[in-house]
C-alpha cells in the first residue's frame, strides 16, 4: 500500500470519528437521562430486534388473506420468520455474488472451496488464477461492496425501516450490519480461516488487516445506528464516506 493511499484511509477515517462524535452524544441512557456514546450496542439491538421480528404475529404482505390465516398467529409468525430468514438468504447471495461477478469480469477460473471458521464449516468463492494486486483486491472486496450497496439502497430508499412491516428488508440489513460486524472483528483482531476477505484485501494492497478490520466494521455500526435514528443527517453521510473509503486503494 503506498503512502498516499495510507493517508487517504487515515483522513477518512479520522473524519468519520469527528463527525460521528456529536451524534453519539445525543444517545442517551433509557431511564437516567445520561448520555454516553454506545454504537456497538445499536448494532446488538438491531440483530436482536430483527430476531424478535421473526417472531411477531403481526400482519405482513406475504400472509394468505383467507380467514384461516388471518385467524392463525403461529402462522403469521412463522411467515415472519420466513421472510427474516429470505433476507439473510438475499443477503448473503448478494455478498457471494459480488465476487462470482468480479471474477467473471476479470475472467477468473472460480470453484467452491470448503473453508471452517470456529469450527463452523462454510463455503468461499475461490479462483485458480494467478491476479495482480489490484485485480486480487477487487475479487477480495467486491462481496462487502455489494453488501454495503445493497444496504445504502436499503436505508435511503426507506429511511423509517424500522417502523415497517417489512421482514424480508430488515433480515437482508441484519445481514449486513452482522456480516460487516463479523469480518471487521475478524480483521482486526487477525483471525478466522485464511480465506477471509479482510485478509485478502489486506494482502492484496500490502497494508494492515486491522485497517481493513476497522474500515470493514465502520459502515456497519453505522448503518446499525441508522436503523435506529433514521433522522440522524450526520450518520448518513459519515456511513456513506466509510462504504467509499473501502474504495480508495483502487486509487493508484
Known amino acids: 500500500m503506498t503512502g498516499y493511499q495510507a493517508r487517504c484511509i487515515a483522513v477518512v477515517l479520522t473524519g468519520c470519528t469527528t463527525l460521528s462524535a456529536p451524534g453519539y452524544a445525543q444517545i442517551s441512557t433509557r431511564g437516567t437521562g445520561v448520555s454516553e ?12 430486534e430483527v430476531m424478535r421480528e421473526a417472531g411477531k404475529s403481526a400482519g405482513h404482505p406475504w400472509l394468505a388473506r ?3 390465516g388471518q ?3 403461529s402462522g403469521r409468525g412463522l411467515c415472519s420468520a420466513c421472510g427474516v430468514l429470505a433476507g439473510a438468504g438475499l443477503g448473503l447471495a448478494a455478498h457471494e455474488g459480488g465476487h462470482l461477478v468480479a471474477n467473471w469480469m476479470l475472467g477468473t477460473d472460480v470453484y467452491v472451496k470448503k473453508v471452517e471458521g470456529g469450527g463452523v464449516p462454510f463455503f468461499a468463492i475461490a479462483h485458480r488464477d494467478e491476479l495482480s494486486r489490484r485485480r486480487e483486491f477487487i475479487v477480495s472486496s467486491a462481496g462487502l461492496w455489494a453488501q454495503a450497496a445493497t444496504a445504502e439502497w436499503l436505508l435511503t430508499r426507506t429511511p423509517r425501516l424500522r417502523s415497517k412491516r417489512a421482514a424480508l428488508s430488515k ?4 445481514f449486513h450490519v452482522a456480516t460487516s460486524v463479523l469480518y471487521g472483528a475478524a480483521g482486526l483482531g487477525a483471525f478466522g480461516p485464511p480465506e477471509r476477505d479482510t485478509r485478502g484485501m489486506a494482502v492484496a494492497m500490502g497494508g494492515s488487516e486491522r485497517l481493513v478490520g476497522a474500515v470493514v466494521l465502520t459502515p456497519g455500526i453505522l448503518d446499525a445506528y441508522r436503523y435506529f435514528y433514521p433522522s440522524a ?10 462504504k467509499m473509503a473501502m474504495l480508495i486503494p483502487l486509487l493508484r
Open 71 to 73: 385467524g392463525n398467529p
Open 66 to 68: 383467507g380467514a384461516g
Open 233 to 242: 443527517t450526520w450518520a448518513r453521510w459519515v456511513s456513506r464516506l466509510s
Open 37 to 48: 456514546p454506545e454504537p456497538v450496542s445499536q448494532t446488538v439491538r438491531l440483530v436482536v
Open 171 to 174: 433480515g437482508l440489513l441484519a
